[in-house]
């Protein structure tokens, strides 16, 4: 019975040394993966009822994070509408700001 703990027991020292050799192996797989995280919500959360089809289609086609960044970037400036020139008390046209 003691023979079976120790399987277990021989994957969690070999998961502590590879983590302890290869530090830097886990951060990048922990970042790679906070950033899918952040893309998929992103696509899947933030933008799901206002994104076409083909918004989708060319968002899931991009290979760099700065696509994507860019991408989302120019998505929002295209999504805010640009407010009309205010009259102030002369009947002169300003910006709203």
């Not at 070999?14 to 992103?42: H, N, R, T």
């Not at 083909?54 to 968002?59: A, L, P, V």
Request: glycine share 6%; aromatic share 12%.
């Amino acid at each position: 019975m003691h023979s079976l703990c120790w399987p277990a027991g021989f994957l969690a020292l070999a998961g502590m040394l590879g983590v302890a050799c290869f530090p830097g192996l886990l951060a990048q797989s922990q970042k790679e993966e906070e950033e899918i995280d952040y893309y998929q919500k992103w696509l899947e959360e933030d933008v799901v009822y206002v994104i076409t089809p083909e918004e989708r289609d060319t968002f899931l086609a991009l290979t760099t994070d700065e696509e994507r960044e860019n991408f989302i970037e120019q998505f929002w400036a295209a999504a805010t509408p640009i407010p009309p020139p205010l009259k102030t008390s002369s009947g002169k046209n300003t910006t709203a700001g």
